[in-house]
């Protein structure tokens, strides 16, 4: 029997988006020396951003607690202590107030995302995702997916526990002048984000 890990950071990527990953890596590393991240290959198994509560109900099986992380976030601090923001049987995520701004609802971005074992509604998300492509199509990305769950009545407050910016600041919180200071992780979304992720790389 394999010794499950406490802590794991976990992201994936596929032939459109590896290219990131030197970079992604490299601000992870710098920051976070002695914590492990496992990188799943999506090429290996279809689905595009639909593999993604897939692979994180998978990484269950070999750590008590995870923390996704899209390869287009920008690591700038020690990340560990995400774990200790964790609460049972829900996910640990960041209102998107950008999405919730311009659609008048409430949204959790899932570029970054933390848990503890397997919640009920990351088992939710999981299958929808696997039926969203085998049944229906890739109708949605995984976020919409995620948020059609948690939408009615209380689910968003059962399900999920919201922490603070910092740990995912997305690109539209820039425009919108509503970035928190002491960023964590800077989530570099949409094409403009791409080309910023160029950008550094280039520096």
Same mark, same amino acid.
């Given at each position: ?78 990340? %560990?202590?995400?774990? !200790? @923001?964790? $609460? ?10 950008? *999405? #919730?701004? &311009? ?65 995912? %600041?997305?690109?539209? !919180? @820039?425009? $919108? ?10 989530? *570099? #979304?949409? &094409? ?12």
């Amino acid at each position: 029997m394999v010794t499950k890990l406490s802590k794991l950071f976990i992201t994936g990527c596929d032939k459109n988006t590896r290219w990131m990953l030197p970079w992604f890596e490299s601000n992870f590393y710098k920051h976070n020396p002695d914590a492990d991240l496992y990188v799943f290959d999506f090429d290996e198994m279809g689905r595009g951003w639909f593999n993604k509560p897939v692979v994180m109900r998978q990484a269950t099986e070999f750590a008590e607690k995870i923390c996704w992380l899209d390869t287009d976030c920008e690591v700038r601090a020690d990340i %560990t202590p995400i774990f !200790d @923001l964790i $609460d049972p049987n829900r996910l640990t995520m960041v209102a998107d107030q950008p *999405w #919730t701004m &311009r659609r008048g609802e409430t949204w959790h971005n899932s570029g970054v995302v933390a848990f503890q074992n397997r919640p009920l509604v990351l088992d939710h998300w999981a299958e929808e995702a696997i039926m969203m492509v085998e049944d229906r199509g890739p109708m949605f990305g995984d976020q919409d997916l995620l948020h059609e769950l948690v939408r009615e009545g209380l689910k968003r407050e059962i399900h999920i526990r919201t922490i603070p910016k910092q740990w995912n %600041t997305l690109r539209l !919180d @820039l425009t $919108d002048h509503t970035a928190p200071p002491n960023i964590k992780i800077m989530h *570099w #979304t949409g &094409r403009m984000g791409k080309d910023e992720i160029r950008k550094q790389m280039n520096e």
